[in-house]
């Protein structure tokens, strides 16, 4: 029997995630269609995490609009979901007149664009605010609005409280054929399954464009950049401060320094131009982020580097979102080309093209027992050693540490199993609870984490998968 929904969101990131969540406000039926194993495969899961302040982007765009709105609403969503954030600043860092010079253009466009608390700053309080910026560095633009947040886990708190009240996730769902009725749209996957909707929201990252194509629009046109990264452990995390960014050029806001909310240090990204998905890392890459961090700071400590990886970003033609119903296509909304500063800008997105779009096509009738509050997946570390007890007392498997670098339990993995959206291979464990992120990589816990995954979903260990079908961890029995 078809599934049928008033509405379905393809693409499970944190712009189809912080969409389904606010859709479940109201009295819809609604679901999420994301083609991997998993959400917050995508752009969403490789990413620098920044909260942006709002002053890149050029005045009466999008970008700009949403951006500031996006930043203004940060600290109580993430709240509400208890997913980590922390405003820690921004600063722009110049090197000579003309950067300076730069800095001030980016002052007056950050004021157009409603930004506050921006201030430029000499070189003795950017060395005050910053111990180990270079000595070459001679002046700051500094954004105290600001922040940091892990864009994985705002994807999953998201999509996680929508399911919490009512709406559905259908992962797996690769979307290769729709069709296009007087009521809406049939859509069907790789697997053989189908939905009808009446409303679909294009949220597919990289492949949005060829997702509104199979709806019967080809007017988007969506390109690609790889960025990559290096990740130092939390052992270098004082390191720096604030997220520490060189001017901007016509290529992008370039190489960043930053904490992250976990206590690492994150590297990058650089952007390279491709045609495909292809997340490789490359020595190149690799060795650009080092020459542009080192002549950014002093006394980088690459010793600590625990991983590299790289994410692909998805950019409109227009250089700006694509925030629209379709002109061709009635109950098709595109929202394309969401790079950065897409995450920032997520929650005042959803929240726009809910009740500027969807309120079009049906009456919004709010929820009496919505509950937008959500317990992260990871509460567990944070509790004193009082508390802590207690919940043992009740459930013993908060006391068996399974991840030693970041002290996970077991109960902690579980509750990632059991929640939702469900973590059903040994990476969706990682981005919820953190383990297999720490200084040994999952040297140690990965085969205890497969253990408890087998155990709870109750399949072979064989069955178990790095990140879905293909990427099984066991190949065999030997005793």
Same mark, same amino acid.
């Given at each position: ?10 693409? *499970? ?6 969409? +389904? ?7 819809? %039926? ?27 982007? #050029? ?7 949403? %951006? ?33 010079? $730069? ?25 005050? =605010? ?5 000595? %070459?560095?001679?002046?700051?633009? @500094? ?8 864009? !994985? &886990? ?6 996680? %409280?929508?399911?919490?009240? *009512? ?20 859509? !069907? ?39 990559? !990264?290096?990740? +130092? ?9 604030? $997220? ?18 976990? *206590? ?7 952007? &390279? ?9 490359? =020595? ?22 625990? $991983?590299?990886?790289? *994410? ?12 629209? &119903? ?16 897409? +995450? ?34 990871? @509460? ?81 260990? =064989? ?11 066991? #190949?065999?029995? $030997?005793?």
């Amino acid at each position: 029997m078809k599934n049928i929904y008033d509405v379905a969101v393809i693409g *499970g990131g944190v712009i189809g995630g912080t969409i +389904l969540r606010e859709l479940s406000k109201y009295q819809l %039926n609604c679901v999420l269609l994301e083609k991997g194993s998993d959400v917050s495969l995508g752009q969403s899961r490789a990413n620098s995490g920044i909260v942006h302040a709002g002053f890149d982007a #050029m005045p009466n765009t999008l970008k700009a609009k949403f %951006n500031v709105l996006g930043n203004k609403m940060m600290k109580d969503y993430v709240k509400d979901l208890g997913v980590k954030y922390q405003n820690n600043g921004s600063l722009v860092i110049a090197f000579n007149e003309r950067e300076m010079q $730069t800095l001030e253009e980016l002052l007056e466009r950050g004021k157009k664009n409603g930004v506050d608390g921006l201030e430029i700053i000499g070189k003795a309080k950017l060395n005050e =605010l910053e111990p180990n910026i270079s000595k %070459n560095a001679i002046g700051a633009l @500094w954004a105290k609005t600001g922040g940091i947040v892990c864009p !994985y &886990e705002l994807t999953i708190a998201s999509i996680g %409280n929508a399911m919490d009240n *009512g709406a559905s996730l259908l992962l797996d769902f690769n979307v290769i054929r729709a069709d296009k009725g007087d009521f809406g749209f049939n859509l !069907y996957s790789q697997a053989g399954e189908s939905v009808f909707a009446s409303v679909v929201i294009n949220c597919a990252g990289l492949g949005s464009g060829e997702i509104a194509k199979l709806l019967g629009d080809e007017s988007l046109k969506i390109g690609a950049r790889k960025g990559e !990264y290096i990740l +130092l452990d939390r052992e270098s995390g004082d390191f720096a401060s604030h $997220t520490i960014f060189t001017t901007p050029t016509e290529k992008g806001k370039g190489i960043l320094i930053s904490n992250t909310v976990d *206590g690492n240090i994150i590297l990058g990204p650089t952007a &390279e131009q491709i045609l495909d998905d292809n997340t490789d890392t490359t =020595l190149d890459g690799l060795n650009s982020i080092i020459n542009q961090a080192k002549l950014m700071s002093e006394n980088l400590p690459l010793y600590n580097t625990i $991983t590299s990886f790289a *994410g692909v970003r998805a950019y409109s033609s227009s250089g700006d979102f694509v925030i629209q &119903e379709s002109c061709s296509v009635s109950g098709l909304i595109n929202v394309a080309g969401i790079e950065s500063p897409g +995450l920032t800008s997520a929650p005042a997105i959803a929240k726009f093209v809910v009740e500027e779009f969807v309120a079009k096509k049906f009456e919004l009738v709010k929820k009496q027992n919505f509950n937008g509050k959500r317990i992260a997946d990871n @509460w567990f570390k944070n509790l004193s050693i009082e508390e802590k007890n207690s919940v043992i007392t009740k459930d013993k498997a908060y006391g068996n540490i399974i991840c030693r670098c970041e002290q996970v339990t077991e109960g902690e993995i579980v509750h990632a199993i059991k929640g939702n959206p469900p973590a059903r291979t040994i990476d969706a464990v990682k981005r919820r609870t953190r383990a297999g992120m720490g200084r040994c990589q999952s040297g140690f816990c990965q085969s205890r984490v497969a253990e408890i995954l087998a155990r709870e979903l109750e399949i072979d260990i =064989l069955e178990v998968t790095k990140s879905g079908q293909g990427s099984e961890i066991l #190949m065999g029995r $030997t005793k």
